[in-house]
């Protein structure tokens, strides 16, 4: 028997004001695409926005339903979105960030498992890493260089 260790590193950032100028402002599209959140039964309204290598911004927020869980997380949004605008095209680095109207804003929040997965599959089918930005409305800021390291062991195609 043998014991592995699975880490990675990712960038602490003490406020958004430590971002670069291009970063600050993608932080600051998935703050204001958590606003368009349909989140009448958690209160928790997450946006993401993505910065395609084609230089084009798009965003989602997460939409709820009475019949939880048909919902949808605003990163599967805005994967969907990417992959129906602008077909095969790269992210480049997304942003996800949060209002919580029960209570702090104030940290990062990584995505769900489901969007893990999800995020993983894109970037592999368009054969790039997706540089995440992960951040509340104030507070720390994470900097993670891939999807790959929110998902050891993971799931993909090639397993079958």
Excluded: W
């Excluded at 291009?22 to 998935?30: E, G, I, N, P, S």
């Excluded at 993505?50 to 949004?77: K, M």
């Amino acid at each position: 028997m043998s014991v592995e260790k699975y880490s990675f590193d990712f960038e602490v950032y003490q406020s958004q004001q430590e971002l670069s100028a291009q970063d600050f402002a993608l932080l600051q599209a998935a703050q204001k695409a958590a606003e368009n959140a349909y989140a009448p039964y958690s209160n928790f309204h997450v946006g993401a926005a993505a910065h395609l290598n084609n230089g084009e911004i798009i965003t989602g927020s997460n939409q709820e339903n009475a019949s939880y869980p048909v919902g949808t997380c605003a990163e599967r949004v805005l994967l969907g979105t990417a992959a129906t605008l602008f077909p095969n095209m790269p992210i480049q680095t997304m942003a996800i960030s949060y209002t919580n109207e029960k209570g702090l804003s104030n940290h990062p929040i990584s995505p769900c498992g489901m969007c893990r997965q999800y995020l993983l599959e894109y970037e592999s089918r368009v054969n790039q890493p997706i540089r995440l930005i992960l951040g509340g409305k104030e507070g720390k800021i994470y900097i993670i260089k891939t999807v790959t390291s929110l998902l050891p062991l993971n799931f993909s195609a090639e397993d079958f």
